[in-house]
Nanobody, 124 residues
Framework: QVQLVESGGGLVQPGGSLRLSCAAS????????MGWFRQPPGMDREFVAH????????YYADSVRDRFVMSRDDAKNTVFLQMNNLKPEDTAVYFC?????????????????WGQGTQVTVSS
């Protein structure tokens, strides 16, 4: 099975940018469709972005579309989430996740593998 480790979180001012990384090990990243989720304080985990495997496309939650960009480098076994124009409501623990299907999936229970998360705090 694949192991996932996120990095790149931190404290940023509103309007700033951060780039999250998710490094995969154990199995080739190319075997998996990848997703990013986040969990704000006291709230449920929510879908952020998806990048299909085998040349699949990206899909974003409405709240981040046009501000966040997800990419993947299968040769480096890493996925990224470039977050621009960050807002206080983006504050959350961000998780990457994986599943083997080719289908778009936006529910946390539909993903099989998870990283430990990285904290993103947007505050002045």
């Amino acid at each position: 099975q694949v192991q996932l480790v996120e990095s790149g979180g931190g404290l940023v001012q509103p309007g700033g940018s951060l780039r999250l990384s998710c490094a995969a090990s154990g199995r080739p990243l190319s075997m998996y469709t990848m997703g990013w989720f986040r969990q704000p304080p006291g709230m449920d985990r929510e879908f952020v972005a998806h990048f299909g495997r085998s040349g699949g496309t990206t899909y974003y939650a409405d709240s981040v579309r046009d501000r966040f960009v997800m990419s993947r480098d299968d040769a480096k076994n890493t996925v990224f989430l470039q977050m621009n124009n960050l807002k206080p409501e983006d504050t959350a623990v961000y998780f990457c996740a994986a599943h083997r299907s080719l289908l778009l999936k936006t529910g946390p229970t539909q993903y099989d593998y998870w990283g430990q998360g990285t904290q993103v705090t947007v505050s002045s």
